[in-house]
């Protein structure tokens, strides 16, 4: 075999096998090897702690009366499902409520907030925290839901009286008639979309009056800046341009609904629909 020199100051073409003592190894390797050992040991020592999110297990006797002293206390600002409503936060999405463990973040907090409970017991506190630890579960288990969520958590005297006051339900609507036994022809889920959402029975219709000439009304066909269609009682389509001298007036049914939409509070669409449900 060919010997090969190397002489001083020449770099040798393969690194020379470095001391595999135990000493060599940390010593020599320290540079690259000691951060990925003390981050291995450090997650292997970490692995066998309990983290300091441990899931509180809920006790069901708390939780019952962590939800009345919710109910006296909390529900009108969060809602009936503790998912907020205008005057307060969602509690099932809080950090803080997600942290707490049997009160020690929410009890300080309450303490601290204007317009909150601050002299509820310890243990008011820790039955709250089972009560919305119930909650939090109870939401989670149901994002891929085998059954259909309750929606009835509304009141419903408080839904007639909306119905029939500041909703002005009843100028269009009747319990003894269009209305009457809607809550035996449609389960709870379907019931609150077509309040919400009601489907078009009929076509939207619409009056164009030109200048100097009898007004003519129909099916909106098309509408734009320019100009409007319609086809009357005859089936004849009309096309009239948009001036200043042509009056349009649309007559939409659900326009009233569209509009409601901006103003109705999650705790009026609860109510409502459980007014709606009871009409049987």
Do not use: W
């Not at 002489?7 to 060599?24: A, I, Q, T, V």
């Not at 020599?28 to 899931?55: D, M, N, T, V």
């Not at 925290?129 to 939401?139: G, M, R, S, V």
């Not at 009309?238 to 007559?251: E, G, L, M, P």
Request: aromatic share 6%; net charge positive; hydrophobic share 30%.
């Amino acid at each position: 075999m060919r010997r090969v020199r190397v002489r001083k100051g020449d770099r040798p073409l393969c690194p020379l096998p470095r001391s595999r003592s135990k000493s060599g190894l940390f010593a020599r390797g320290q540079s690259s090897l000691s951060p990925f050992l003390a981050a291995f040991l450090s997650s292997a020592a970490l692995f066998g702690q309990a983290g300091p999110y441990q899931r509180q297990d809920v006790d069901k006797a708390g939780a019952d009366r962590g939800k009345r002293v919710y109910t006296q206390y909390c529900i009108n600002c969060h809602g009936a499902a503790a998912k907020g409503t205008e005057q307060g936060p969602d509690l099932i999405r809080s950090p803080l409520v997600l942290r707490d463990r049997l009160g020690d973040q929410v009890g300080p907090a309450l303490k601290k907030l204007a317009n909150h409970k601050t002299d509820l017991s310890k243990t008011q506190i820790s039955d709250l925290t089972h009560f919305l630890k119930n909650q939090i579960e109870a939401t989670a288990k149901n994002r891929n839901p085998e059954r259909p969520p309750n929606v009835l958590t509304g009141n419903l005297e408080a839904g007639r009286t909306y119905f029939n006051g500041a909703g002005k339900c009843n100028t269009c609507h009747s319990p003894a008639g269009d209305l009457a036994g809607i809550g035996r022809k449609y389960n709870p889920v379907d019931l609150q979309q077509r309040f919400l959402f009601p489907r078009r029975s009929k076509p939207v219709q619409v009056t164009v009056t030109p200048a100097g000439g009898p007004p003519a009304t129909g099916a909106l066909e098309r509408i734009d800046d320019f100009s409007v269609s319609l086809r009357d009682s005859s089936g004849e389509y009309r096309t009239f341009s948009r001036s200043k001298d042509v009056t349009v007036d649309i007559h939409d049914p659900l326009a009233a609904h569209n509009q409601m939409l901006d103003s109705y509070t999650d705790q009026d669409m609860h109510n409502v629909v459980r007014y709606l449900e009871s009409l049987k």
